[in-house]
């Protein structure tokens, strides 16, 4: 091989190398994503039963039902729609009817019951999805401004 063939054959194989490093990547990032819903969005998506996501909202006043075990059911909203959602574990210490909440999980088979495996309070008093207190406001609830994430 000649010098230039030599140099080409190089450049190639470590072009080669770099795009099998991106499609890995991109190939890992594709198994572990899961996007962010609030349950009004729910009604215009189709999601395939096992396919994961972040559902969002507040808790609704009045629907934390503790079942067996450590099996809890509650319900998230947004004002304009609602998903029911059942987790098994320890709740955080900030869950509470009312305040917002952040559950990782799928849909279960044959229902629209989301299956949470993680949850995640709100961690202090300002904070508020940014379409969630949108929803608030134009349903005629006051909020100080702070609750906003832009």
């Known amino acids: 091989m000649t010098r230039k063939q030599k ?15 991106v499609l890995l990547v991109m190939f890992a990032f594709s198994q572990t994503i899961a996007y962010f819903y ?13 396919t994961r996501i972040r559902l969002g909202g507040l808790v609704e006043d009045g629907s934390v039902k503790r079942g067996e075990g450590s099996t809890i059911t509650f319900t998230v909203t947004d004002t304009l729609a609602t998903v029911p959602v059942t ?3 320890i709740l955080p210490d900030l869950f509470r009817e009312g305040q917002g909440v952040v559950a990782e999980g799928s849909f279960r088979e044959g229902d629209r019951v989301f299956v949470a495996d993680t949850v995640l309070a709100k ?7 940014k ?13 100080s401004g702070k609750e906003k994430i832009q």
């Not at 140099?7 to 490093?21: D, K, N, P, T």
């Not at 961690?123 to 508020?128: F, L, P, R």
């Not at 379409?131 to 909020?143: F, I, K, S």
């Open 7 to 21: 140099r080409l054959a190089v450049i190639a194989g470590g072009m080669s190398f770099i795009l099998a490093a």
């Open 131 to 143: 379409d969630v207190a949108d929803r608030l406001e134009a349903q005629g609830v006051q909020l």
């Open 87 to 89: 987790y098994t574990g």
């Open 38 to 50: 609030v349950p009004g969005d729910l009604k215009s998506v189709e999601l395939d039963a096992g």
């Open 123 to 129: 961690h202090d008093e300002t904070y508020m999805p």
